[in-house]
C-alpha cells in the first residue's frame, strides 16, 4: 500500500499565500506523477496542477501565473506554493500519485490523499 499525507491547508484571506505538502509512503518503487487536485462543495474533482518524474509540469488555466508545483524526488515529496490565493480557490485539495510501480508486480497505480481544506476570504 501507498500512503499520501497532506499538510499545510488553512485560513487566509484574499491574496495571502499557502504552501500544501504532500509525503508519499509505502510500498512502491517510483512514482511518475504525482499532483494536486481540488474539489468545492458541489463541484467536480478538478486537477489544480501536476508534475513528472523528470520534471515537466501542467497547470489548471485558472492556477496559472498564481500556483507553482514543485518536487522532491528522493523524498516522494509534492509541494504547491499558492500565492495570490483567491475566494474561488476555497476548496478540498487532494493529493495524488499516478503511474506508481509497487515492489514485486508491474502494474500501474494511482493513490489519493485525504485532503486538506483551503479557504480563502474576500
Known amino acids: 500500500q501507498v500512503q499520501l499525507v497532506e499538510s499545510g491547508g488553512g485560513a487566509v484571506q484574499a491574496g495571502e499565500s499557502l504552501r500544501l505538502s504532500c509525503k508519499a509512503s509505502?510500498?512502491?518503487?517510483?512514482?511518475?506523477?504525482m499532483g494536486w487536485y481540488r474539489q468545492a462543495p458541489g463541484d467536480s474533482h478538478d486537477l489544480v496542477a501536476h508534475?513528472?518524474?523528470?520534471?515537466?509540469?501542467h497547470y489548471a488555466d485558472s492556477v496559472k501565473d498564481r500556483f507553482t508545483i514543485s518536487r522532491d524526488s528522493a523524498n516522494y515529496t509534492v509541494y504547491l506554493q499558492m500565492e495570490r490565493l483567491k475566494p474561488e480557490d476555497t476548496a478540498v485539495y487532494f493529493c495524488?500519485?499516478?503511474?506508481?510501480?509497487?515492489?514485486?508486480?508491474?502494474?500501474?497505480?494511482?493513490?489519493w490523499g485525504q485532503g486538506t481544506q483551503v479557504t480563502v476570504y474576500s
Open positions: 508534475i513528472t518524474s523528470d520534471g515537466n509540469t
Open positions: 509505502g510500498n512502491f518503487r517510483s512514482i511518475n506523477v
Open positions: 495524488a500519485a499516478e503511474g506508481v510501480r509497487r515492489w514485486g508486480g508491474n502494474g500501474l497505480y494511482a493513490y
